[in-house]
């Protein structure tokens, strides 16, 4: 009895030292050397300052950038509460505020059919990318409020969207965050227009 009692708590340190401490310092640190950047939460830096990360998307309200799909993590976006909204398609909630949704888009574009993403959350609530559909979508708001082309817009979109994962995995899309930062990187004067005429 004692002989087992002395060799299970044993097993208990070894493992614990083993897996709660060793296992993830080297995975840690393996990672930290081999892909840092992924490592340390594909954060992307505007200024010298960190304003979002690659795989965390966040929400634009302003009509001159294009807008993510909606989110149900805590108020949106939000990494401590990631989660869907957890509301069957019968749902009157869920209903009532993709109806809205639903309604928004086409006073913003009637003609054109709504992609689903921009009314519908996605499992996490955190997703930083919209299908190309979707950014298609939104070019008439976008150039309008930023006095450019449609077409200038589409070149950008193409420029960021990525195709399926070895051709198969996946489906194409755009992150939304890092197309919202090129383009007031390409278009700096229409960012200032914008800001000036909603302002007035």
Known sequence: MRKNLIISVLMTIATTVLLGIIYPLVVTGLSQVLFPHKANGQLIEANGKVIGSRIIGQAFSSPGYFHSRPSAAGNGYDATASNGSQWGPTNQKLVHRVKGDVAAAQAENPSVPIPIDLVTASASGLDPEIS????????????????????????????????RQLRFLGEPRVNVLELNLDLDEEFPGTKRAMNQSQSQ
């Open 132 to 163: 190309p559909a979707a950014a298609a979508f939104q070019l008439p708001r976008v150039a309008k409020a930023r006095g450019i082309s449609e077409e200038q817009l589409r070149q950008l979109v193409a420029k960021h969207t990525d195709n």
